[in-house]
């Protein structure tokens, strides 16, 4: 994988965790570095396993699957994406402010609930023959930086400027499935 693409899918995939901590930032009245930095790890680690457990799955499909996986990893990848289209150009609530610590639970359930879409990105990139460590390291990186900074600037900003996060995340990986889908079909 090229790493232009590489960069590409790591920031397409962090793009929601970065969102959920930027919601997560925004809905706390004081965000804490120790505490931005602690959800940065926990949603990071989230997001480099389960790529690896989505590619295993779609490793051990593969051979079942080989004349149609270009077409299953660009549908999966254009789902994910135009879902996240639509969530981004959905209007926040507005949660209202307030002050608290985050449990290291709830810190797990909402990583584990952004990384499961990086798990079917992990199926299309097995199908695609695309080699998963320097991925799930690169997401893994690009979303403790996200979420990290997402904290941080959700407890300044509010929560109206995730949306845009959303956006470009989701069309990044429409994106992503086109060039795979494309790329199959002209080799």
């Known amino acids: 994988m090229p790493t232009t693409a590489l960069i590409l899918l790591a920031l397409g995939m962090s793009v929601d965790a970065g969102v959920a901590a ?22 990071g680690l989230f997001e480099a396993v389960m790529p690896i457990v989505g590619w295993a799955a779609g490793s051990a499909a593969a051979p079942l699957l080989a004349a149609v996986d270009h077409w299953i990893a660009w549908g999966l990848l254009t789902v994910i994406g135009l879902r996240m289209i639509r969530g981004g150009l959905q209007a926040p609530a507005g949660p209202t402010r307030r002050s608290g610590h985050f449990s290291l639970a709830a810190l797990a359930v909402t990583a584990f609930a952004t990384s499961v879409d990086a798990m079917a990105v992990g199926v299309s990139l097995a199908f695609a023959h695309v080699p998963i460590l320097p991925v799930a390291l690169a997401s ?27 956006t470009g995340g989701g069309v990044l990986l429409v994106v992503l499935g086109c060039w795979i889908l494309i790329t199959h079909l002209t080799a």
Request: net charge positive.
């Open 22 to 43: 930027l919601g997560r930032g925004a809905v706390s009245a004081r965000m804490r570095l120790m505490l931005a930095l602690r959800l940065g790890l926990v949603f």
């Open 140 to 166: 893994g990186a690009a979303t403790f930086a996200m979420a990290t900074a997402g904290a941080l600037i959700g407890s300044r900003a509010g929560p109206r400027t995730g949306g845009y996060a959303e």
